[in-house]
């Protein structure tokens, strides 16, 4: 069976599969009415930012373009979104296709400008190939975040990215291929959460939207997938 059968990977703790070719406003209904979306919580609104333009892949798919400017996508408070609390495991994976710019991929938080225990960010993404690369979260007093090398993104190639927490340890593949890897601790801040993709939710202003392609990201809540099972999904949703 297929690991992309909608099932298997709710049994795997799949809590969020955008697939990259719709974001249509509305509130998540498990009856048909996904928003673009193939797996989210049900009674999350989603709330497309922008005229997106497309961009057809070799696989004959057409995918949303994300202009650096006014896309992205935000999606409504949701407890599955909070991952890595109380040492829970944890998996976020998906395809990038970026150019030069700063991009930030996924962010949670409360819209606030800074990692703090009461308002700030919970974890993001945030990728710039030109300079540095972070994974990013709130440790409940400080803010922890693993650097890799941006010459790993490769600017208009498309790039399987994987952040894995067992736990203990939070590990990044980029293309199935380790990394970086750091003990980690994982804290909620306790104001009410959004989840955005594509850009920050930080609240003075947009920061970091992405200029590029995102597609078929999802988030595991509860589950760190093994290289196999990565290395399933990549193989499966991989643009020839």
């Known amino acids: ?15 969020l599969w955008w697939s990259g070719t719709v974001a249509t406003s509305g509130t ?18 989603v709330t497309p930012s922008g005229t ?19 896309n992205y996508v935000s999606l409504s408070n949701h407890a599955n ?18 150019n030069s710019d700063d991009h930030m991929i996924i962010c949670r938080g409360g819209g606030f400008d800074a990692f703090n225990s009461t308002t700030g960010y919970q974890y993001l993404l945030d990728l710039f190939p030109a ?9 409940g007093s400080a803010q922890g975040a693993i650097a890799f090398s941006p010459s790993l993104l490769v600017t208009g190639t498309w790039k399987f990215l994987t952040i894995v927490y067992d736990g203990t340890t939070t590990t990044i593949y980029v293309d199935l291929v380790f990394v970086v890897s750091a003990t980690s601790t994982y804290v909620k ?9 594509g850009a920050s939710v930080r609240q003075s202003q947009l920061d970091y939207p992405t200029n590029g392609n995102i597609k078929d990201l999802m988030i595991f809540k509860g589950k760190a997938l093994d290289t196999n099972q990565i290395g399933a999904i990549m193989e499966e949703t991989y643009i020839y």
């Open 28 to 45: 998540y209904d498990d009856d048909g009415n996904k928003q673009g979306f193939l797996i989210l919580p049900d009674g999350v609104t």
């Open 131 to 139: 300079s540095n690369a972070y994974w990013q979260w709130w440790t």
């Open 52 to 70: 997106f333009t497309t961009v057809k892949g070799k696989d004959g798919i057409t995918y949303l373009k994300f202009d650096g400017s006014t």
């Open 1 to 15: 069976m297929s690991i992309l059968n909608l099932e298997t990977l709710k049994r795997n703790g799949c809590v």
């Open 81 to 98: 979104f909070d991952i890595g609390v109380s040492n829970s495991p944890f998996t976020i994976c998906g395809w990038v296709k970026l």
């Open 189 to 197: 801040p306790s104001s009410s959460q959004y989840t955005r993709v």
